[in-house]
Structure formats: C-alpha cells, structure tokens
C-alpha cells in the first residue's frame, strides 16, 4: 500500500486533541497539526499545540477563523488571515512556517488562495500543504473509517490524508483505523508528498497557479 501522512485540521480542541495524541505517541505515528488561529486564544488550546510541538509533531496555520475561502476574498482580508494565525502561532511555526487554506469541505482549486495571498505566503518564506484524501469524517463521524480505508486501498501515489480533530466524536475510530492501515502495511510518513506541497519555503512549485485566484473587490 501506497505510504500516508496524517493530519488534522481545525483544532485544537480540549475535548479531542488529547486523545489524538495519546493514540499517535502510542503508535508512534507521526502527524501535521494545522490549527485554526482564533483557537489559541483560548489557553487551554494553546497549550496543547504547545503539547503537540513539544512531541515533534509539526503545527501549522490553518487561517485565523477558517472562514470563507481565501479565494474568494479581498486581497487585504485574505492577508490579515494568514499574518494574524501566524502572529498567535509565534514560535510554533518556526522553522517550517506551514500554512493549509481552507477548502470549503476539501475541494481543491482556484478557490483556495487569493493573488495576495500567495505573494504574501511567498515572501514569507512559507510552505504550502494541501491534500489528496479527505475522508469526511467532519461530515461521518461514523462513516468514515471505511472511507478512509477504501482511499488508502485504492492509492495509486502517496496520501495526504485530512483527518479533524474535532468534538463530533469521529475520532473515537481514530486507534481502529490506524491499527488496520498498520496492519495492512502502510508506512506513515512524517512530511507531506511533494505533490501535495505547491509552496516550499517561499519556492513556487509549478502547480500554485492552479490553486490563486484574482483578487475579489474588498
């Protein structure tokens, strides 16, 4: 089977994030964390990003208030999204300085960043994660761990796979599932695809025009 790496979205979560992090430091799986920035004004969410950097797992930007798309805003409010997540993150970003839009349920495309978006991701140097398989388990918290199992049988190139930790109690399934991918033999990686990275360190890949759009009136 085709090697994976794990990620959640949309915490952290007081009620959740633990337990995922129980489960990954048990397993010894790594992972990318991508919070949403607003999150961490609260500290008990702060502190476990400060937890989740502490056990080496990656923390990145996930925008301040994972609001409508980048896209399909103005240039100034697409901006201000970005540098006011990176401002709470701080220290958490440093070194890789990751940065996930959001896509609106995970669809990929112009939508998901605005030109002043990515040239303000450009020349700060960041890094540009995005995905190949979502299993909604936003959606089905029950449901979708026979998803997430269907898309890694049928990976024909490494995964980037979107899990949440969120409190809709998806993530109740989350050991289950990782013992039966393990079981399986997937290897979980501890960085992104390349494919799935159109932005490394501030170096466009070939694909980022595919993912900006204009920037839409303020």
Known sequence: MQPI????????????TPRVLAVLARRRIPAMFFVVGEKLRDPAA??????????GFPVGNHTLSHGTPL?????AEAVAEIAAADALLGGLREPERLFRPNGGGGALGPH????????????????????NAVPRDFADPDGWPETALAMAA???APLLMVLHDLPNGAMRHL?????????????????????????????????????????CAP
Do not use: K, M, Q
Not at 5 to 13: A, I, R, T, V
Not at 71 to 75: F, M, P, V
Not at 113 to 127: I, M, Q, V, Y
């Open 46 to 55: 702060r502190a476990l990003a400060e937890r989740a950097r502490a056990e």
């Open 5 to 16: 790496c794990l990620s959640f979205d949309n915490g952290p979560e007081p009620e959740v």
């Open 175 to 215: 050991d289950r599932v990782l013992g039966l991918l393990a079981d399986r033999g997937v290897v979980f990686l501890a960085g992104p695809p390349a494919a799935c990275v159109p932005l490394a360190a501030g170096v466009a890949a070939p694909g980022l025009a595919g993912y900006v759009s204009e920037d």
């Open 71 to 75: 896209g399909r805003r103005g240039g």
């Open 112 to 131: 998901l960043l605005n030109a002043s978006a990515a040239a303000h991701l450009r020349a700060g140097g960041h890094t540009v994660v995005l995905w």
């Open 154 to 156: 049928a990976a024909t």
